[in-house]
Every structure is written in structure tokens, then in C-alpha cells.
């Protein structure tokens, strides 16, 4: 019994040796086979190419299509802003004032940083037939009015100025307030008593002040209530025309200016 080899132990050997003769073969043959793989690949890379262009093809044309989707979408948001908008006006009774006679075209020449909200320069002037006090617009919204005049110049006092101060009215309520800005680019419909509520989108207007400045010229949408201060409520009040964009805009002349340029 002595003389005679142990089982477990000729199992263990055996098993080693197996294990040995396996990491043998993995290390001995492993740079061969990783050349074999890199020599198949380098082999299948031209058949392959086709198939690879077309898949990033296909990506890209899944982007496009994405990137329209996103865009009729848009536009077509757009376009429904702007037949509620042309719902509202005629509901009020309000005519855009880019078709009243004597609108006269002027671009912006200059917009200081420090007053950006207050007020902008424009190439028209009094030999262009510009008044002080004129209502300027743009986008069919009135965006300011002129407060002072060269011959060839005008600077527009800005709806969003602290001193810009007019008279103007709710529409669809003849609630009268006055309209004023705050320096930041917030237009506010101020003196309403408390308690008072509009609708939002409820079209604001100028109210009848003087033969300069005609009513009706639409300022902006009711946009919510501010905060109650000295027992009056403001309420804030979106322009339909675009202020941080402003390159070119109509003043209104007067009906005597007219008369004299005909």
C-alpha cells in the first residue's frame, strides 16, 4: 500500500500540468495571434467601408430630419402667435399702424451700452419732416417717441426708460392707466387700484393724448400683475416688438407735416 501512488495527489498533478501546458500556449501564442486578428481586420477594412459611410450617412440624415421637425415645429408656433395676435387686434377694433400713411423708415445708428433700455439714435430728422414727441414703432408696437431732433438725426426716448411716461389704455376693459419703464427692460402699466385683474395677452394701447401721439397704437400684452405698493397694482406689460433686436423702425409723422410734404 505504501509503494503505491496516491490518487488525489496524481489527479493534482495531472491537473497542474494541464494548467501549465494552457499559459504555455496562451503566452507562446498570443502575438501571433493578435497579428492574425490586426492582418484580418487591415483585410476586412475596404469591404467593410461602404457599410460604415452608409451608417454614418444615415445618422446624419437622421440629425437633418431632427433639426427640421424642430424647425416646422417652431415656425409653425410662430405663425400661430401671429394669427392670435391678428385675432386680437381686429377683436379690438385696432388697426396695425404699419399700414397708416406717413410712416417713415429710419435705421439705428447708435445704442449706448450704459442706456441700452433707454434710448437709441436714428438717421432721420426735421429735414425728413420728424417732430419731437412723434411715437416711434416697430413690429407694429410702439417702441418709444422722439425727444430730440437734428436735421439729419433723432434720438428715440425707449417704452423700457424709468422717464418715459404715457398715457395709455386696456382695450378690452377701457381701464386707463399710464405706461412707464424701469431702466431694465420691463414695461409696466402703473396707477391700476387694487384688486384689479386682466387677462394675460389683453392688448394695452395709447389712449387719446394729443394730435402728435394718435390712440390705438397697440404698446404691448398684459403679461401679469406686479406687486401692490402704495395701494396700487402694476402690471407688467410685453412688447410684440423685439427691443433687443432694433436695426430699423417707422416714426409717424404728423398730419400737418404730411400736408406740407404733399
Given at each position: 500500500?505504501?509503494?503505491?501512488?496516491?490518487?488525489?495527489?496524481?489527479?493534482?498533478?495531472?491537473?497542474?500540468?494541464?494548467?501549465?501546458?494552457?499559459?504555455?500556449?496562451?503566452?507562446?501564442?498570443?502575438?501571433?495571434?493578435?497579428?492574425?486578428?490586426?492582418?484580418?481586420?487591415?483585410?476586412?477594412?475596404?469591404?467593410?467601408?461602404?457599410?460604415?459611410?452608409?451608417?454614418?450617412?444615415?445618422?446624419?440624415?437622421?440629425?437633418?430630419?431632427?433639426?427640421?421637425?424642430?424647425?416646422?415645429?417652431?415656425?409653425?408656433m410662430l405663425e400661430q402667435e401671429n394669427i392670435a395676435l391678428?385675432?386680437?387686434?381686429?377683436?379690438?377694433?385696432?388697426?396695425?399702424?404699419?399700414?397708416v400713411p406717413g410712416l417713415l423708415g429710419a435705421s439705428v445708428?447708435?445704442?449706448?451700452?450704459?442706456?441700452?433700455?433707454?434710448?437709441?439714435?436714428?438717421?432721420?430728422?426735421?429735414?425728413?419732416?420728424?417732430?419731437?414727441?412723434?411715437?416711434?414703432?416697430?413690429?407694429?408696437?410702439?417702441?418709444g417717441r422722439v425727444s430730440r431732433i437734428g436735421e439729419n438725426?433723432?434720438?428715440?426716448?425707449?417704452?423700457?426708460?424709468?422717464?418715459?411716461?404715457?398715457?395709455?389704455?386696456?382695450?378690452?376693459?377701457?381701464?386707463?392707466?399710464?405706461?412707464?419703464?424701469?431702466?431694465?427692460?420691463?414695461?409696466?402699466?402703473?396707477?391700476?387700484?387694487?384688486?384689479?385683474?386682466?387677462?394675460?395677452?389683453?392688448?394695452?394701447?395709447?389712449?387719446?393724448?394729443?394730435?402728435?401721439?394718435?390712440?390705438?397704437?397697440?404698446?404691448?400684452?398684459?403679461?401679469?400683475?406686479?406687486?401692490?405698493?402704495?395701494?396700487?397694482?402694476?402690471?407688467?406689460?410685453?412688447?410684440?416688438?423685439?427691443?433687443?433686436?432694433?436695426?430699423?423702425?417707422?416714426?409717424?409723422?404728423?398730419?400737418?407735416?404730411?400736408?406740407?410734404?404733399?
Amino acid at each position: 500500500m505504501a509503494g503505491k501512488l496516491n490518487p488525489i495527489l496524481v489527479n493534482s498533478l495531472v491537473a497542474a500540468f494541464c494548467g501549465l501546458m494552457l499559459m504555455w500556449f496562451s503566452y507562446a501564442f498570443q502575438y501571433p495571434a493578435r497579428a492574425a486578428a490586426d492582418k484580418i481586420n487591415s483585410m476586412l477594412y475596404y469591404p467593410e467601408l461602404p457599410a460604415r459611410e452608409l451608417r454614418f450617412l444615415v445618422q446624419a440624415a437622421d440629425h437633418w430630419m431632427a433639426e427640421r421637425k424642430s424647425l416646422q415645429e417652431r415656425a409653425r408656433m410662430l405663425e400661430q402667435e401671429n394669427i392670435a395676435l391678428r385675432t386680437a387686434l381686429q377683436r379690438s377694433g385696432v388697426s396695425p399702424p404699419q399700414s397708416v400713411p406717413g410712416l417713415l423708415g429710419a435705421s439705428v445708428t447708435l445704442r449706448y451700452p450704459d442706456a441700452w433700455w433707454k434710448e437709441i439714435r436714428v438717421d432721420k430728422g426735421s429735414l425728413q419732416g420728424v417732430m419731437t414727441g412723434a411715437p416711434v414703432l416697430s413690429d407694429g408696437f410702439m417702441i418709444g417717441r422722439v425727444s430730440r431732433i437734428g436735421e439729419n438725426y433723432a434720438w428715440i426716448e425707449l417704452v423700457t426708460s424709468s422717464t418715459f411716461l404715457l398715457a395709455a389704455v386696456v382695450v378690452d376693459t377701457w381701464d386707463l392707466g399710464v405706461i412707464n419703464g424701469d431702466d431694465i427692460g420691463n414695461i409696466w402699466l402703473m396707477y391700476m387700484p387694487p384688486g384689479k385683474e386682466f387677462s394675460n395677452d389683453m392688448l394695452v394701447s395709447t389712449a387719446l393724448v394729443g394730435d402728435y401721439l394718435p390712440p390705438g397704437i397697440p404698446l404691448g400684452l398684459i403679461a401679469g400683475p406686479g406687486e401692490t405698493k402704495d395701494g396700487l397694482t402694476p402690471f407688467r406689460v410685453a412688447s410684440g416688438a423685439r427691443l433687443t433686436q432694433l436695426y430699423n423702425v417707422q416714426i409717424l409723422l404728423s398730419s400737418n407735416e404730411e400736408g406740407n410734404s404733399s
